[in-house]
Structure formats: structure tokens, C-alpha cells
């Protein structure tokens, strides 16, 4: 018996010690869990995914259209070598967007953290701002600003081409149709007489050959993979680019919302260094009138 009863209470601390640190590993993971900016972390990861959707989908989708005009609206080289530098023009753009928001949304995140932790330091009395962490987060602000307006024209701009895709897309669904010969007023529609001219868009030059696709061969380019992939392509990255302006707004509400912080924090310590001089005052105060009385009664 006297043999077991040490034993027994080297088990028991034991199951102490490690129910020690099971609590200190889970206190550890609460306190790390406690200082992720979960705003900033679900923002970053919308804005690397339609980044990544607008850049990547936009790229190939350009390609795709420059390929079936060059085959079917444009077949002589310098009528749309004007566009054909656009194009690797806007590619080289998409290059740049993709590697600045990558960049970017990595130090918005970061910003994250740090008013994340600045918070949990006021919780415990040991925070002081400075006035250059204020002015970066509103130089952030204003970018961010600025970069929301930028990617909402961009978010326009992107429904272009996927509307005249969606036009031309009806178009050759219609001529699928069982009713299409017969139009509501009864006159017979030959397949010839309905065509898709991408010349009044723009892209390409009046004189430009053959310029556009009537009957027959408009529905052979709508058989094609370079319309089919770039008419989906051009949806994704349109969806990409409204994704890319939903996360910068929301970046900007976070910012927005740590630059208040910031500047409240600022007003009650200084309203906080004030009191405690008043208040260190008012006992030297006290004290030297208690050594005053105290000297006069002796």
C-alpha cells in the first residue's frame, strides 16, 4: 500500500502537467485566432480570386477574339494590325494589374494585422499611435479610393464585349430555331439577310474584308472554340472584374473604419495624459499642504 500511494500521485501530477498544457496550447491558439483580421483575410482572398478570374480569363479571351477576327471579319493583315497592338497593348496591362493587386492586397493585409494587434494592445493599456501609422493607413485609404473607382470603370468597360458576344450568340441561336423563316408579320426571312458586321463597333476599319458574317458562315463562327471559349471567358472575367471592385470597397470600409479608430485612440490618451496630470497635480497639491500643517502644528 505505501508503494502505490506514491505512485498514484505521480500519476495525478502527471495528468496535471499535461492538462496544463493542453490549456496553455489552446489559450495560445485562442490569442492567435484573436488576431487575425478576419475582414482584411475574407477581402484578400475575393480580390486574389477576381484578380486572378479577370487577368487570366480576360488574357486568353482577348487572344481568342483577335484569333476569330483575323479568321473570319478581317483576313488581310493590315486591316487589324491596329488592333492586334490594342490588344497585346491591353494583355501587357492585365500583366501589371495582376502582379500590383497581388502586391497590394498583401500589404492591405498586413495593415490588417497591425490595427488588429494595436487593438488588443489599448484592450490592455499599452497602445500609443503614432502619426505616421495614421497618415499610412489614409494614404491607403485614398489609394484604395481611387483603385475602387478605377476597377468599377474597368467592371463597365468589361460588359462591352460581353454584350456584342451575346448579341452575336442570340443571333445564331435564332437562326437555329424551327420558326425562324416565318417573322410575326408572315413575310419570308432568307438565312443570307441576317449577318453580324463588327465593323460598326469600331473595332475594325470600314474597308476592311470581308468585315462581316452573314447566314451560313455566321453560324459556322458561332461553331467555333475561339467564340465559344471567349464568349465564357469574357463572362467569367466580367464577373472577375465586379469581384475585384466588391473586395477594394470592402477594403475600403476596413481602412475607413481602422483610420476612425486610430484617431479616437489618439483622443482618449491624450484626454487620458491630461487627466493624469491633473490628477498628480492635485496630490502635490494636497501633499504640500499636508507639509505645511503638519510644519506649523510642530
Known sequence: ??????????????????????????????????????????????????????????HVALTGTLTMLENHFSTVTTDHATLTTVIQIFQYIIYGIASFFFVYAIILLAEGFYTTSAIKKELQSDF???????????????????????????FCFTAIPVFLFFNMWNTCAAMRSPDFYNNITGITTTLDSICVDVRQYGIIPWNATPGKACGATLGDICDTSEFYLSYHLYIVAFAGAGATAIALIHYLMILAANWAYL????????????????????????????????????
Open 263 to 298: 484617431r479616437s485612440a489618439v483622443s482618449t490618451h491624450e484626454y487620458q495624459d491630461i487627466k493624469t496630470k491633473d490628477d498628480q497635480d492635485v496630490e502635490a497639491e494636497a501633499r504640500s499642504k499636508d507639509g505645511q500643517n503638519s510644519s506649523s502644528y510642530s
Open 128 to 154: 500609443k499611435t503614432t502619426a505616421c501609422g495614421r497618415c499610412i493607413t489614409a494614404f491607403f485609404m485614398f489609394l484604395t479610393y481611387i483603385l475602387a473607382l478605377a476597377f468599377l470603370a474597368i
Open 1 to 58: 500500500m505505501d508503494g502505490t500511494k506514491p505512485a498514484m500521485e505521480s500519476n495525478a501530477e502527471d495528468t496535471q502537467d499535461e492538462g496544463q498544457e493542453s490549456k496553455g496550447c489552446f489559450e495560445c491558439c485562442i490569442k492567435c485566432l484573436g488576431g487575425v483580421p478576419y475582414a482584411s483575410l475574407v477581402a484578400t482572398i475575393l480580390c486574389f480570386s477576381g484578380v486572378a478570374l479577370f487577368c487570366g480569363c480576360g
